[in-house]
């Protein structure tokens, strides 16, 4: 089975401070992508990483950034947190094979307050 | 862009009623579709998957179909259990890449 691993399942930071999400999978998966979930809004593709040292804008990237220097792991980085990034982010990965038809595994997601 | 619209909830049915969650989606080309579902306090498993128009994807009792003409792609299930509480997403996916567009969800209560 795929397991896709979060650092933390709840972490509390105070507004400014710059904050690391960490994600690892183990199946040797090219692709790996960090969402945010709030109610009403379903999930938001934040930023996503097709391979090592290549990342690529999802819908909403501002106020983020991500890292990734080796391909089992896909960090998101909040560079000044703010409240409004209050959230739950959750991370996912997927092999590419036929893009489309390949479907995203996912951590159990880290629930995030800020201060 | 791409888009998927879900029924609007929440839903709380009683314990061996007919389920149906309506999700309808717009894309260019030919999307695969999914359905996701979210236990309490987990994250995203894949419930099911319809890869081409009148696919029907199926599991655990759970079946939707791959409809191109009125584009949808409807869960159905015919008879639900209290373990089936949870939040449910239908997604489709761009045939150029691996992003996941989703719908906003909605949450089914079971109820004994």
Known sequence: DVKVTQSSRYLVKRTGEKVFLECVQDMDHENMFWYRQDPGLGLRLIY????????????IPEGYSVSREKKERFSLILESASTNQTSMYLCASSSSGAPSNQPQHFGDGTRLSIL | GDSVTQMEGPVTLSE???LTINCTYTATGYPSLFWYVQYPGEG??????ATKADDK????GFEATYRKETTSFHLE????????SAVYFCALSDQANSKLTFGKGITLSVRP
């Open chain 1, 48 to 59: 996503f990483s097709y391979d090592v040292k290549m990342k690529e804008k999802g819908d």
């Open chain 2, 16 to 18: 061996e009623a007919f």
């Open chain 2, 44 to 49: 995203l498993q894949l419930l099911l998957k």
């Open chain 2, 57 to 60: 994807g199926s599991n655990k």
């Open chain 2, 77 to 84: 299930k015919g008879s639900v259990q209290v373990s089936d």
